[in-house]
């Protein structure tokens, strides 16, 4: 055999071993209004094919963090809904071969995408014969909070702080007492409720009731008073005092703004998500 004939020969071998590895390359296809936070405990450089919304997967185990969010809604009233809470996708062991994915009842409209934020349920399915998955095979549950709406949560730690972290590299000590910690919703979706540390106001250390308390207490007790003496002054008839950019009530620390958002209410706490969300 020639020279030439051989080298075809092994590029074509190559080229059909490639071909032959695409194909029985394991794939869960991700449905519309879902993005993928977190694979395995990576948040980037996961085989994640934005284009057709594929996750490329190898044979075995997988975690994968998924978010429900878009903009819905018509041309006159349209918004974005994000949910508070993802699902944790588990695979327990992942076939070489396999081509899974999952279906949901899409939201036709901006109402149905707020309610359906509030109330994930999905469907496992086999892509291609559209036959439901077992538990066995894969399972899922909605991973919530105890503080609340977490802004920017850090899904990785937030999974990490109840015992449930898989990312092979590298391993997560498991907590201990996190039986308690798992429900189910009335729609029978389990859920399992990440401790504080996973929140980015909560993750970040207290402010140390030093200088930085002192200046707290001073700028919210100088901005009450500065309130007072412009609420006397107007039913005087009397002009009132503009709190200047420069002065120390608008030089709040972001350990400050944390420190406050962590002793607000419930209530406060939505308001104030609600303001960051439309900003």
Do not use: C
């Amino acid at each position: 055999m020639s020279k030439l004939g051989a080298f075809l020969k092994v590029g074509a071998l190559a080229g059909a071993l490639a071909l032959s590895s695409q194909a029985y390359a394991a794939t869960l296809a991700i449905p519309m209004n879902y993005s993928v936070e977190l694979v395995d405990g990576q948040d980037s450089d996961f085989g994640y094919n934005r284009f057709n919304r594929t996750l490329t997967l190898s044979e075995g185990r997988h975690q994968i963090v998924l978010l429900f969010e878009g903009t819905f809604g018509n041309a006159a009233e349209n918004r974005l809904i994000q949910a508070a809470n993802p699902i944790v996708l588990e695979i327990a062991n992942m076939p070489a071969d396999a081509n899974w994915t999952f279906t949901y009842p899409i939201p036709r409209s901006l109402d149905d995408a707020d309610r359906y934020s509030r109330a994930q349920k999905i469907n496992l399915v086999d892509a291609d014969t559209k036959a439901p998955l077992s538990a066995e095979q894969a399972n899922y549950y909605l991973l919530t909070s105890d503080s609340g709406f977490a802004i920017l949560r850090d899904y990785r730690a937030d999974l990490a702080s109840v015992g449930r972290l898989y990312a092979p590299a590298p391993v997560m000590k498991e907590l201990a007492d996190n039986s308690a910690r798992v429900s189910t919703t009335i729609n029978g979706v389990q859920t399992v409720q990440a401790r504080s540390a996973g929140n980015i106001f909560s993750s970040q250390p207290a402010a140390p009731a030093t200088a930085a308390g002192a200046v707290m207490s001073t700028t919210v007790t100088a901005a009450a008073a500065q309130n007072q003496a412009n609420a006397t002054a107007a039913a005087q008839g009397q002009p009132q005092t503009v709190q200047s950019l420069s002065s120390p009530v608008s030089a709040a620390t972001y350990n400050q703004l944390v420190e406050l958002y962590n002793n607000a209410d419930d209530a406060t706490k939505l308001q104030f998500v609600k303001y960051i969300m439309s900003h």
